[in-house]
């Protein structure tokens, strides 16, 4: 009900999207330590520069990544706290639902760029991925429902997702023809 306003207030505006945009930073920093730890292993990097640099931007990624995550979902609880009813009209809404899996990407994200000289137990690890992907795959499934079955008719996601469920067997290689047309018996 709140999001469908025509006349949304500044501070309302506000809300709904600072915390939100606010992940993409630690997401962009979790890319990068991704990025410099792969680098590390690169043979043509290691011509380049020394494979200590490699690693000291790698943890310097990776710690920045942390606590901007730290820092804005401290922010997003508190958006939480102070207004649940926006939250939740948020999560029902076809479009803003997207947003709450980036914490869990964020996550999966650090997950992968762990600096190589952090000896985490590989169990450990191992666990930790599990919970990431059970999540993702309950986020994934309400994020595909609101798409799917989304009351608004000018919807563009709905639109996306059809081209990239129907045009995706004429993308991969075991291309099967009941696929193309399944989508419209769901």
């Avoid at 945009?21 to 020394?50: C, D, P, Q, T, Y």
């Avoid at 939480?80 to 999966?108: D, G, K, W």
Wanted: with cysteine.
């Amino acid at each position: 009900y709140l999001l469908s306003q025509p006349k949304l207030t500044k501070k309302l505006c506000t809300q709904l999207s600072s915390t939100n945009r606010a992940f993409g930073i630690s997401m962009g920093l979790a890319g990068h330590a991704i990025m410099w730890k792969g680098m590390r292993n690169a043979e043509f990097v290691s011509n380049v520069i020394k494979v200590e640099i490699a690693d000291i931007l790698n943890l310097t990624c990776w710690c920045l990544a942390c606590v901007a995550a730290g820092f804005t979902t401290v922010c997003y609880m508190y958006k939480i706290f102070t207004s649940f009813p926006l939250v939740m009209a948020e999560y029902l809404n076809e479009v803003r639902c997207h947003f709450f899996n980036a914490p869990n990407l964020i996550f999966i994200m650090l997950l992968i760029s762990i600096p190589t000289y952090m000896d985490v137990p590989s169990q450990t690890l191992r666990i930790l991925w599990a919970l990431a992907f059970c999540y993702q795959i309950v986020m994934t499934q309400h994020i595909y429902k609101a798409w799917m079955f989304s009351k608004r008719r000018n919807f563009t996601g709905k639109r996306c997702l059809m081209r990239a469920v129907i045009f995706l067997p004429w993308i991969s290689e075991h291309f099967c023809l009941p696929r193309y047309g399944i989508i419209y018996y769901i």
